[in-house]
């Protein structure tokens, strides 16, 4: 039997060493290691809808952070590692929370009637980028970590989306499709500079990597 079901897996910078950290048959995404790299948030729906939880390095321990029978998705770790901020539909529509790493005191930042989601926070800890829909399409925003001088970054007609901050700081990478078919652009944190990094006919869709090659 095939397991088409999503795992996570740790392996070494050359491809070597591959482990499944999370064996079973839910689907398991969106993983990201802690700042400290001791342990890794991750979404699973092995309890049923999707939903954040944090396990060990090794994937031992797995923990469930968030308990609400909604959508929970996109966790990202503040860098000095004690919350999470996280997309959630649990009040009706999407909107970016932060919790502490233990998944307590959960709080909603955006508080806006528009689909929030698929936060990023800054490595400097002072920000948030994220994404909404809430002026017509999707595009990009900051704010700060308490929710307040929520600010739109992109103004484009196309859909953005997928924030990622590159390691200093000095750029946030996302996706649109403002040049006819997704692909990977770069800004500075104010939203100028808009450029893009990848010119390809397929669907370019992970800023991640391309934050690698620009920082
Ligand atoms: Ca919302
Ligand atoms: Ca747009
Ligand atoms: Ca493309």
């Known amino acids: 039997m095939t397991d088409f079901s999503c795992e996570i897996y740790v392996m070494n910078a050359d491809g070597s060493g591959q482990t499944n950290l999370t064996n079973n048959f839910s689907t398991e995404q969106m993983s990201v290691w802690s700042p400290d790299d001791k342990h890794i948030a991750f979404v699973s729906d092995r309890d049923g809808s999707p939903q954040i939880y944090v396990m060990n390095a090794d994937g031992s321990n797995p923990t469930r952070l968030t308990n609400d029978g909604a959508v929970d998705l996109f966790p990202s770790w503040s860098p000095d590692g004690t919350r999470i901020a996280f997309e959630t539909n649990r009040d009706g529509n999407s909107e970016v929370y932060v919790m502490n790493a ?41 704010m700060s970590v308490d929710g307040s001088e929520q600010t739109r970054l992109t103004n484009n007609p196309a859909e953005e989306y997928y924030p990622a901050w ?14 006819g078919n997704f692909e990977v652009y770069v800004m500075k944190p104010d939203g100028s500079l808009q450029t893009r990094v990848t010119n390809n006919p397929a669907f370019d869709a992970d800023p991640a990597w391309a934050i690698t090659v620009i920082r």
């Not at 307590?104 to 806006?112: A, C, E, F, G, K």
């Not at 926070?121 to 595009?139: C, L, Q, T, V």
């Not at 200093?168 to 040049?179: E, L």
């Open 102 to 142: 233990d998944g307590s005191n959960p709080v909603n930042l955006t508080q806006n009637p528009a689909a929030d989601g698929g936060p990023a926070w800054s490595p400097r800890g002072d920000k948030i980028a994220f994404r909404s829909d809430r002026d017509g399409n999707g595009e990009i925003y900051v």
């Open 166 to 179: 590159s390691p200093t700081g000095n750029r946030i990478a996302f996706v649109s499709n403002r040049d």
